[in-house]
């Protein structure tokens, strides 16, 4: 397959075509993701919980996310990598331009931060000075404690009126990309239909321009538990690439998120 970009994303949107993401933290299953044929690769926060053994993503460091994308990259060197901006890492413009730089100089593609319009300076500040940016908007794991819980946004029609007018901020400060997370299907269709960037979804339903899933939860290893919205794939395909090409082709037709995954 050919390299994708921003623009095989945004040409992905506009034909239909469906994104197929998987976190990523090592150069051995980035290279098996590569090799299957994953379209991008997230090196998520998420590794506070399944690589470092935390209750929440806090304790993530700039430092462990840059080292975990040179890995990620080694592993993976025609992947779209996108890079997780930790917990506090992104308070002010200065930091944030500082603090993507070394993601972007450890191999990252983009960089994603957690959050709405508070954002604008911030994005606008990096995509005028070359790194491009991903949105992520709803359950954003970084707030978990404000949120009291890992709990699903967007139920009430004003949190959800909210959340439609944050993505449309994040497009217009310079955001290419958006992940939706934990919300309804419905306000998740909404969103990618009032945005001209992909969205890409996690227990969003299967309306979106593509799914994200953190890989341990694809082959059924989350410290004994499976949240609603994943799938243990490597239960029915038996390998660890059968289990990928399966995630990929039932993305690519929507068969997954089934109805059992979605929130509503
Ligand atoms: O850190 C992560 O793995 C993420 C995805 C769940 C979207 O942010
Ligand atoms: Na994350």
């Not at 404000?146 to 029609?157: A, H, S």
Request: charged share 20%.
């Amino acid at each position: 397959m050919s390299k994708i970009n921003v623009s095989t994303l945004r040409k992905m949107k506009n034909e239909g075509t469906k994104i197929g993401a998987l976190t990523a933290y090592d150069a051995s299953f980035s290279s098996l993701f590569e090799d299957n044929g994953v379209h991008v690769l997230l090196v998520g926060d998420s590794m506070g919980m399944v690589l470092q053994g935390g209750s929440d993503t806090l304790a993530v460091t700039n430092q462990d996310i840059a080292y975990h994308t040179k890995c990620v990259r080694a592993g993976a060197p025609n992947t779209f990598v996108i890079a997780d901006m930790p917990f506090m890492t992104y308070s002010n413009v200065a930091d944030t331009c500082k603090n993507a730089a070394l993601l972007m100089r450890s191999g990252a593609n983009m960089v994603k931060l957690e959050g709405g319009e508070w954002l604008y300076d911030s994005i606008t500040a990096l995509t005028q000075q070359g790194i491009p940016v991903c949105g992520h908007l709803g359950l954003t794991p970084q707030s978990v404690h404000v949120f009291g819980g890992f709990k699903i946004q967007g139920r009430e029609l004003e949190q959800a009126q909210k959340m439609i007018e944050d993505a449309k901020a994040l497009e217009k400060a310079g955001a290419q990309l958006l992940v939706l997370e934990c919300i309804p299907s419905a306000l998740a269709k909404q969103i990618t239909d009032a945005v001209n960037i992909p969205t890409i979804g996690i227990g969003a339903g299967n309306q979106t321009d593509g799914q994200i899933l953190v890989m341990h939860d694809l082959v059924g290893i989350s410290a004994g538990y499976i949240p609603k919205f994943s799938k243990n794939f490597l239960l029915e395909a038996g390998t660890m690439p059968a289990a990928v090409k399966k995630y990929m082709t039932d993305v690519a037709s929507g068969e997954f998120p089934a109805k059992e995954h979605e929130f509503n």
